[in-house]
Structures are given as structure tokens and as C-alpha cells.
């Protein structure tokens, strides 16, 4: 039983670090609805995808061999310039990853090349809105990416566990309780991002170093090569290592511009 709890414990904690970023998609993707139905946009496609986990996880469980073995229809070797052999893992892994390197890319460049930002908080931007439903759904398909290897992982920390269905059991709670944090915390990032909107620029980088981080961990997973070069995944050091720096940069410029703002004032006094 002593095994059981701390394996759930440590269950928890993986997939709340692991649901940072996914939390932050979701703040981001649920802007993108009317305003007046963001929260229930963000409730209702957190509690789709934990049910939905859940579903995969149950599958996962029952097939994981046939999404770790490479398909045969996908196996291939061009000397000296690429090499790859695809299995479902990889497939999922590297999909997640590019849509979500487009949809930063797409919104940071929204950010530079937008003419009025009060007509853009307004949401009258040019087709950038999705209706309620779209927007669920965006989240529910993403949140299954996020969630992929979370689940692996869970396996992996369950397999231990000699009863297979206290181990699925055991998995399932770890989720629903992560799933309940993320429904608790969704609302404060976004309301927080509303507040202080220089930090949307920051949260989209962030995403633009997951997506790199899947891509990079599905060509690694697709035992891709391209011109004898193996993809090596960006490990999660290196990934959080990143993102601290990246916070840090945006603090401190943050900081310093309000001192040259500061600076800037007297001296227009004097003239």
C-alpha cells in the first residue's frame, strides 16, 4: 500500500510539471473564443480531455507495442542523405509538435504585424476568433498530445505494480487529479495574461520551445537521420534550463525599461 501511495504521489507531480505547458496552450487557445464564453471554453475542454485521457490510457495500456514498432510501410533508407522508420508514437509526437511551432509562429507574428491593439483586445481581428466549440476542441486534441507521453511515463512508473489493474486504477486518479488542478489554475493563468499581456510574448516562446522539444523527441523516436545526422531529443534539463533563462531575460528587460521609462520623464520636464 506504502508503494502504491508514493507511486500515485509521484504520479501527481509528473503530470502537474508536465501539464505547465499544456496549461499555458490553454490559456492562450481560449482567448481565441467570445469573451464571454472563455471560461466555460476552458472547463468544458479540461474536463473532455480527462475523460478522454483516461480513454487513451485504456488503450495505450492494451496496445502500446503497436505504437512502439516501427510500420514497414514507413521504414526507409536513402543513402547518405535520410533514414527513418516511423511508428504511431513518433507520428503523434512530431504532429503535436509542428502544429504547435505554427501556432506560436502564427501569433507572434500576429503580434508584430497587428496596426491597432485596441482593436485587437476587442477581438475584431480578421478572423483570428473561433467559436466556442472550435476552440474546445483545439484544446481537447492538444491536450492529448501533452498527454501522450505522460501516459507513457505513468506506465513505465507503474509497471512495478504486479496487479494490473490496481496499476490502472492508480493511473487513472494520478490524472483526474492533475486534470482538477489544471480546471483550478486555468482561469488565474488566463486572467493573469489578460492583466499583463507584454507576458503573451513569453508564453508563446515557451511554446515555441515545446514544439521544438516534440519535434526534436518524435525524429529521435522515428529513429530519423538526415544526411548521417541522428535527431537527438532536446532533454528536459536543457528544456527547463531554457525556459529559465528565458524568464529571467523577460524580468529583467521588464525592469530595465521601466527605469529608462523613469529616466525619461525628467528630463522631458526640463524641457
Known amino acids: 500500500m506504502a508503494e502504491i501511495i508514493f507511486t500515485l504521489l509521484m504520479l501527481v507531480m509528473l503530470q502537474a510539471v508536465l501539464g505547465f505547458d499544456n496549461l499555458l496552450y490553454i490559456s492562450l487557445e481560449s482567448k481565441k473564443a467570445p469573451e464571454q464564453?472563455?471560461?466555460?471554453?476552458?472547463?468544458v475542454g479540461i474536463l473532455i480531455a480527462i475523460v478522454l485521457r483516461i480513454v487513451l490510457l485504456f488503450v495505450l495500456v492494451s496496445?502500446?507495442?503497436?505504437?512502439?514498432?516501427?510500420?514497414?510501410?514507413?521504414t526507409g533508407h536513402i543513402e547518405n542523405v535520410l533514414d527513418f522508420a516511423f511508428n504511431g508514437h513518433s507520428i503523434i509526437v512530431l504532429?503535436?509538435?509542428?502544429?504547435?511551432?505554427?501556432?506560436?509562429?502564427?501569433?507572434?507574428?500576429?503580434?508584430?504585424?497587428?496596426?491597432?491593439l485596441d482593436v485587437d483586445v476587442e477581438g475584431e481581428n480578421n478572423g483570428r476568433m473561433k467559436s466556442a466549440n472550435a476552440?474546445?476542441?483545439?484544446?481537447?486534441?492538444?491536450?492529448?498530445?501533452?498527454?501522450?507521453?505522460?501516459?507513457?511515463?505513468?506506465?513505465?512508473?507503474?509497471?512495478?505494480?504486479e496487479n494490473s489493474n490496481t496499476a490502472?486504477?492508480?493511473?487513472?486518479?494520478?490524472?483526474?487529479?492533475?486534470?482538477?488542478?489544471?480546471?483550478?489554475?486555468?482561469?488565474?493563468?488566463?486572467?493573469?495574461l489578460a492583466k499583463n499581456r507584454m507576458y503573451e510574448v513569453l508564453g508563446l516562446f515557451i511554446l515555441f520551445i515545446v514544439g521544438i522539444m516534440l519535434v526534436t523527441e518524435g525524429g529521435h523516436l522515428a529513429h530519423l537521420k538526415i544526411f548521417g545526422n541522428e535527431i537527438v531529443p532536446m532533454s528536459k534539463t536543457t528544456f527547463y534550463f531554457v525556459i529559465a533563462v528565458l524568464v529571467v531575460v523577460d524580468v529583467v528587460q521588464g525592469r530595465y525599461q521601466k527605469k529608462l521609462l523613469q529616466a525619461e520623464v525628467p528630463s522631458q520636464d526640463k524641457v
Open 168 to 192: 490502472f486504477i492508480v493511473m487513472a486518479i494520478a490524472i483526474v487529479a492533475s486534470g482538477l488542478l489544471m480546471l483550478l489554475l486555468a482561469n488565474r493563468i488566463s486572467t493573469f
Open 135 to 161: 476552440a474546445i476542441f483545439s484544446i481537447v486534441i492538444m491536450n492529448l498530445v501533452f498527454s501522450f507521453d505522460s501516459i507513457l511515463a505513468a506506465i513505465g512508473l507503474t509497471s512495478e505494480i
Open 63 to 74: 496496445i502500446i507495442d503497436y505504437f512502439q514498432e516501427p510500420f514497414s510501410f514507413l
Open 37 to 43: 464564453e472563455q471560461k466555460r471554453v476552458r472547463k
Open 95 to 116: 504532429a503535436g509538435g509542428g502544429f504547435i511551432i505554427y501556432t506560436a509562429l502564427k501569433e507572434i507574428w500576429h503580434m508584430i504585424s497587428v496596426k491597432d
